[in-house]
């Protein structure tokens, strides 16, 4: 269980770096007062930086999506063929990625009114990256 929850800690840790750096790169568009309306009350309730119970909801759901990915980890690491920790975790994070990922994307693309730029970032960025280097961490973890 511990090894679990380290994984957890591990995945939080990568997606908040690197959620800070994607929002550093497109903060035109959080700012762009086009889009005001598309945010959250959590995230924006009035304009200007999002207030620290953002944070606080940030820190806490990327700890909730490590722990499930690091639960799933163990359960089907056994199943994966790869020669070294960090290819098994490789394979983990883009089967997460083509998982939860891609659909995100489509499904963001699809509803919500958000450009095209914003939603590549999250994709890339938000998603394969951290999908990727989370998987690493979580299997290197729990190896």
Known sequence: MMKIV???IA???????????????TMSYYTDSNYFGVWS???MPA???PPMEFYY???AFSFIVGLIYSKIYVKVSGF???KTVMMK???FGLALF??????FFFTMYLLINLPLGLLLYWLFIDGLLTYLLGGIAIAWLNK
């Open 98 to 103: 083509l998982i939860a990922g891609l659909p």
């Open 11 to 25: 995945y939080l840790v990568v997606a908040q770096v690197l959620h800070f750096a994607s929002s550093f790169l």
């Open 80 to 82: 994966m063929k790869a």
């Open 6 to 8: 380290l994984g957890a």
């Open 89 to 91: 975790g490789m394979k």
């Open 41 to 43: 009350k959590i995230m």
């Open 47 to 49: 304009a200007g930086a």
């Open 57 to 59: 909801y940030s820190i």
